[in-house]
């Protein structure tokens, strides 16, 4: 295992990070038993950053990871959970989540406490209602040690978040399929220049660059590769190839795949890929966009709507449905981003579209924005949206 540095600590992480979103499961719960094993095996293997988050798998990974982290393997590594900032309605909220965490995670302190999933709009809201006190307070008091924020908004949002806080990290979604996506390159240079450690979440894009078998058109081009990679090699690979990443978040449960990723991480370096790879893994990228049905980038010139749909993302869900074809996942996704839950409660769907037009001639890829957003409506909001709504509040609603 390599380790990097955190710059404002000096906290030596292990490279990659154990994500515990995706855990072994049986039966719809927790596979406790191979849960607990995985996550042991892998930091004796040296794996010392872990990373949960209130909502993962309904609330039952604080927990289990609670358990995995007796016997000594608390004082072993460093411990990453989340606020959940959805949830947030006072300062007092706050404090009652962090307690919940600690309780639930059998510790007295959380190392590296992230405000979970921020945009604008919720940063916003959470900073509103006092979060800065509140990270001030809890590291006073020592429940927390570092604190950061996790990211899923636009890039300009990303900067703003960076320039307002005490962060000494943050946790942003990166791979080569979305350089200009999010907080993208610019983000990760952006915050490693104000000395902030990245977490990088999502290297294979929740799982699909690391699929056995990519689209044609992306397994013609890795063939053309001097050295021989799988798909999954290549993602973590160019991800560890930026020197401003900290530590790249794996969600593993899988004893191949985790095998395959220790491995990864005691040889993988930052600057080791050619220019020949990299550019590469830019086309890929590239090829990867092409295959899209919208060629939306995300820049969110069209934003704000006045019937509030949130565009971009309608955007990104259509397309990654469309990419890598689970249709079911695709369309739970869909529901729950555009429900609101996870911002302020107010959905954002594309049925909402008006037609007023304010935003196509705002679109630098001259996408038909209204047309398009008829097609997204026709094919993700059938007749069982109301299910998938009701389960990711179930799931994402929990309270404290
Ligand atoms: S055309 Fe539709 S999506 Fe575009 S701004 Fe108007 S209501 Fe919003
Ligand atoms: S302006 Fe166009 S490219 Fe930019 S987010 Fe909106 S739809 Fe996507």
């Known amino acids: 295992m390599q380790y990097r540095r955190m710059p404002k600590n000096g906290d030596r992480l292990s490279i990659l990070g154990f994500g515990c979103m995706r855990l072994p499961s049986k039966d719809g719960k927790i596979d406790e038993a191979s849960a607990i094993r995985q ?74 406490y992230l405000l979970h999933a921020l945009d ?46 005490p962060w000494v990290f943050c946790q942003i979604q990166y791979n080569y399929l979305d350089q200009a996506y999010q907080a993208g390159t610019a983000g990760l240079e952006y915050a490693a220049a104000r000395g902030l450690g990245v977490i990088v ?9 690391g699929l056995a078998k990519p689209p044609p058109a992306v397994e013609a081009l890795w063939s053309e590769a001097r050295v021989r990679r799988t798909p999954a090699e290549w993602a973590l690979r160019w991800v560890w190839n930026r020197p401003e990443v900290t530590v790249v978040l794996s969600g593993m449960n899988d004893d191949a795949h985790i095998r395959e990723n220790l491995a990864l991480a005691d040889t993988a370096q930052a600057g080791a890929l050619t220019p020949d790879e990299l550019a590469l893994a830019d086309r890929a990228g590239q090829t990867y966009r092409a295959l899209m049905k919208v060629g939306c980038t995300g820049c969110g010139y069209c934003m704000p709507c006045p019937a509030h749909v949130t565009i971009p993302i309608c955007f990104e869900e259509y397309n ?72 990711a509040r179930q799931i994402f609603k929990a309270e404290a």
């Open 39 to 112: 996550i042991r095996g892998a930091v004796d293997q040296g794996v010392n950053y872990l990373d949960t988050a209130w909502p993962y798998h309904a609330g039952e990974s604080e927990p289990l990871l609670g358990k995995a982290l007796r016997d000594g393997y608390r004082s072993r590594i460093k411990l990453a959970t989340k606020l959940p900032t959805w949830m947030i309605k006072s300062r007092a909220d706050m404090d009652r989540f962090l307690a919940a965490q600690l309780k639930k995670l059998e510790t007295d302190r959380i190392d590296y």
């Open 120 to 165: 604008g709009a919720s940063w916003d809201a959470v900073e509103r209602l006092g979060v800065l006190d509140f990270l001030a307070q809890a590291q006073r008091d020592g429940r927390i040690v570092n604190a950061g924020f996790s990211f899923h908004g636009l890039a300009g949002d990303f900067r703003r978040i960076v320039d307002a806080g």
């Open 201 to 209: 979440m999502e290297p294979l894009r929740g799982g699909n660059l």
């Open 320 to 391: 990654r449905l469309h990419l890598f074809g689970d249709v079911e996942a695709g369309k739970f996704r869909y529901a729950l981003r555009m429900s609101g839950e996870l911002v302020d409660g107010r959905p954002g769907f594309a049925s909402q579209c008006v037609r007023c037009g304010a935003c196509a001639a705002k679109c630098p890829q001259q996408i038909p924005i209204p047309d398009a957003l008829a097609q997204i409506a026709a094919e993700l909001e059938d007749a069982d949206l109301p299910r998938r709504l009701a389960r």
